[in-house]
């Protein structure tokens, strides 16, 4: 197997991205939650993603960054979250329990909370969480 040796001097010029000089989205961080009348928690962080690729022998590493979601309901386990959109003010989230559904947030700026729902079974439930 063959490796590709790359300067030390041109890895590092070469602009490395990492999760700490990704821009911040509103819904990142620590936020105490309510959902359906039971308190929770979320979090919301953006983390490192280096993804290595081989090709004939040779192998090259890239960087990059993913954002990573979890949710804990009254202090069970925590469970992984998926952004599936988001804007200025909104988030769409797909929970990815046993059962996976689909959740919304619209955040307030004023306020610093953001108010919606989670599914689960068919059905729709309140959820509101702040900082």
């Known amino acids: 197997m063959k490796f590709a040796l790359i300067p030390l001097s041109l890895f590092l010029a070469s602009g490395q991205a ?3 000089q990704v821009a911040t989205e509103w819904y990142f961080g ?3 939650c309510n959902i ?12 490192n993603d280096p993804q290595t ?12 960054v993913r954002i990573v979601g979890r949710f804990s309901d009254n202090g069970s386990a925590w469970v992984p979250l998926a952004k599936q ?10 929970y990815l329990g046993a059962e996976q559904d689909n959740w919304f947030l619209r955040y307030d700026r ?19 969480c702040w900082r």
């Open 53 to 64: 690729n081989c090709s004939g022998g040779v192998c090259s590493t890239t960087s990059g």
């Open 18 to 20: 990492i999760a700490s």
């Open 36 to 47: 359906d009348g039971r308190s929770a928690r979320m979090q919301w962080s953006v983390v």
């Open 110 to 128: 004023s306020s610093n909370i953001a108010n919606g729902w989670t599914t689960w079974r068919g059905n729709r439930y309140s959820l509101r």
């Open 30 to 32: 620590r936020w105490n």
């Open 85 to 94: 959109r988001s804007s200025s003010t909104t988030l769409n989230i797909r």
